[in-house]
């Protein structure tokens, strides 16, 4: 079966509400009628009520930066599975190396995270990806493996199917320097490897999308590649007219 292609923006800790309307009214109109891809966006908590209702009754997609695994209590500053599914959100990114790096999210709050996502109606968007320092170490397969064993555990067949993987190489997110389309390749292809040595034949449906300075010039060249499925993209997500031509990458 093809997998539908996934181009998601991260908005990371940008947009006031106001600026937020704006972007999504654009992106969602300029989006309209396109049927290669899923166009998902994820604003920050505050523009999630407001994205919301922009994108209801279109095709475009919400999705929450982070989420908890309990359903409610006392963790102060975190947000709930049932508060984003109220409001419409279809999806959560989780374990992006930015939590990672600064807010100690490890391979095992990552897999809370998932398997309470996995009993909600939304889908994870799974971030896993080495350092510059790991990767120069040669030990990039062995992270990616650690990650994916941690970050997977517990799953079922039939639960893999509803998850999206974001291979993002850390020394690629924010620096400019995008991973050739070969280098991609060969990551997403060791992934679906794993993937399925761990699970089996479903792994030829997991969507794995690249992420690490994705641009409206670098992204034909990934989108070639026959694992990678689309892109998590940061900085040029934030300017609707570069989100849309990276949408519009078949154009
Ligand atoms: C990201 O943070 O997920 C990301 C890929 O950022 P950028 O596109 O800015 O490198």
Same mark, same amino acid.
């Given at each position: 079966?093809?997998?539908?292609?996934?181009?998601?923006?991260?908005?990371?800790?940008?947009?006031?509400?106001? *600026?937020?309307?704006?972007?999504?009214?654009?992106?969602?109109?300029?989006? /309209?009628?396109?049927?290669?891809?899923?166009?998902?966006?994820?604003?920050?908590?505050?523009?999630?009520?407001?994205?919301?209702?922009?994108?209801?009754?279109?095709?475009?997609?919400?999705?929450?930066?982070?989420?908890?695994?309990?359903? @409610?209590?006392?963790?102060?500053?975190?947000?709930?599975?049932?508060?984003?599914?109220?409001?419409?959100?279809?999806?959560?990114?989780?374990?992006?190396?930015?939590?990672?790096?600064?807010?100690?999210?490890?391979?095992?709050?990552?897999?809370?995270?998932?398997?309470?996502?996995?009993?909600? %109606?939304?889908?994870?968007? #799974?971030?896993?990806?080495?350092?510059? @320092?790991?990767?120069?170490? *040669?030990?990039?397969?062995?992270?990616?493996?650690?990650?994916? !064993?941690?970050?997977?555990?517990?799953?079922?067949?039939? %639960?893999?199917?509803?998850?999206?993987?974001?291979?993002?190489?850390?020394?690629? #997110?924010?620096?400019?320097?995008?991973?050739?389309?070969?280098?991609?390749?060969?990551?997403? !292809?060791?992934?679906?490897?794993?993937?399925?040595?761990?699970?089996? *034949?479903?792994?030829?449906?997991?969507?794995?999308?690249?992420?690490?300075?994705?641009?409206?010039?670098?992204? /034909?060249?990934?989108?070639?590649?026959?694992?990678?499925?689309? /892109?998590?993209?940061?900085?040029?997500?934030?300017?609707?007219?570069?989100?849309?031509?990276?949408?519009?990458?078949? !154009?």
């Amino acid at each position: 079966m093809a997998r539908m292609p996934v181009i998601a923006g991260n908005w990371k800790m940008h947009k006031t509400v106001e *600026e937020a309307r704006a972007l999504a009214q654009a992106v969602r109109d300029g989006a /309209a009628g396109v049927s290669h891809c899923r166009v998902v966006m994820a604003p920050p908590f505050t523009a999630l009520f407001p994205v919301a209702e922009i994108l209801r009754n279109t095709p475009v997609i919400l999705a929450a930066q982070n989420v908890h695994w309990e359903p @409610e209590g006392a963790f102060t500053g975190e947000i709930s599975l049932p508060m984003l599914e109220e409001i419409g959100c279809g999806m959560a990114i989780v374990g992006h190396s930015e939590r990672r790096q600064y807010f100690g999210e490890t391979d095992a709050t990552v897999n809370r995270r998932v398997r309470a996502i996995l009993q909600s %109606s939304l889908q994870p968007v #799974i971030c896993i990806g080495e350092t510059l @320092e790991e990767r120069e170490a *040669e030990r990039h397969y062995d992270i990616i493996t650690q990650q994916l !064993a941690g970050g997977l555990d517990g799953l079922t067949r039939q %639960s893999l199917l509803r998850i999206i993987l974001a291979y993002e190489p850390v020394w690629a #997110i924010g620096t400019g320097r995008t991973a050739t389309p070969e280098t991609a390749q060969e990551m997403h !292809a060791f992934i679906r490897n794993r993937l399925s040595g761990m699970f089996g *034949e479903g792994a030829q449906e997991v969507r794995i999308l690249y992420g690490g300075s994705v641009k409206p010039e670098n992204i /034909a060249a990934l989108m070639r590649q026959p694992d990678v499925d689309g /892109a998590l993209v940061g900085g040029a997500c934030l300017e609707a007219d570069s989100f849309l031509s990276i949408i519009h990458y078949n !154009a």
